[in-house]
């Protein structure tokens, strides 16, 4: 009865030490997969980079002309809206005057954009009744400071941002005083036969100031900084290595670089908070 008794205990007893190495087995496999850092990269290039200077201004009609009554009275009749389209010399109110009945016409083709009477209404001479403008086209006005003058010449081609939308302008007129604020007046002209751009809003304006030519360039965020120190993680073979660089420029979402990095190459630009160097990474988009 003992011996069964033991050898019912010894069968237990390898049966709990197979399974404790299974489960050591497991937990090694898991530790070793837990080792594998999932992350993002994409590829170095080798292409110029052009520094751009933000600078913001306001939009505005090409031409704009008022309409204007030649004497005082009441209006008797609107013939146009705003937005609506009229040539020189179209019929844009009718006044009842002292001296009899009036047509207050357009001086120039455009667009109603700032009708200011109603029927009924007393016009005076000395105040517009409607505003005629050329939107076809659209002018961006601006100001730079005498450093930025010497990036910006007439006929220059420059990005233009107006809620959101990517335009390109011509610079037509840059100035050579200075204003009251001690800055210089530009003005640049954008297409605008669709309409997409009303006078009145902000836009942004992109000044190149510097061009670098065939740098090496990575996304922003691939760049890590420790202690006065740039670095990035470049992968090879599944395997992340740490490479030290000097950051030459940095705009907006690529930055510069000099280094032992060449075209090509693997950056990680989402992840490498978690890496050291030399772990090994799966990468699992950005390519």
Request: hydrophobic share 40%; with cysteine; glycine share 6%.
């Amino acid at each position: 009865m003992k011996k069964v008794i033991l050898g019912i205990f010894f069968v237990l007893i390898v049966s709990l030490l197979a399974a404790c190495t299974e489960s050591n087995e497991n937990a090694a496999d898991e530790e070793q997969e837990e080792r594998v850092v999932a992350v993002e990269a994409k590829e170095a290039v080798e292409k110029d980079l052009v520094i751009e200077k933000s600078i913001y201004g306001r939009t505005a009609p090409n031409h704009a002309a008022p309409v204007m009554a030649q004497a005082p009275g009441e209006v008797k009749e609107v013939r146009v809206e705003n937005g609506e389209k009229v040539k020189d010399d179209n019929i844009i109110i009718k006044i009842s005057t002292a001296a009899g009945n009036q047509n207050v016409r357009s001086t120039t083709d455009g667009e109603v954009i700032n009708l200011l009477v109603n029927k009924g209404d007393m016009v005076d001479p000395e105040e517009p009744v409607a505003m005629v403008a050329d939107l076809d086209t659209v002018k961006i006005e601006f100001s730079v400071t005498e450093q930025l003058l010497s990036f910006i010449s007439e006929e220059d081609k420059v990005d233009v941002f107006v809620e959101g939308e990517e335009y390109e302008a011509k610079v037509t007129n840059v100035g050579t005083l200075p204003n009251e604020t001690g800055l210089y007046s530009v003005i640049a002209t954008v297409d605008n036969e669709e309409r997409e751009i009303l006078p009145g809003v902000v836009a942004d304006i992109r000044i190149p100031e510097k061009k670098m030519e065939s740098a090496i360039l990575v996304p922003t965020s691939a760049v890590v900084s420790e202690e006065n120190k740039s670095f990035i993680f470049i992968v090879k073979d599944n395997v992340a290595t740490k490479q030290e660089i000097k950051v030459l420029e940095t705009e907006s979402d690529v930055t510069a670089i000099e280094g032992k990095v060449k075209a090509g190459e693997l950056v990680v630009t989402t992840g490498q908070l978690t890496l050291t160097d030399g772990a090994e990474v799966n990468v699992t988009g950005g390519e």
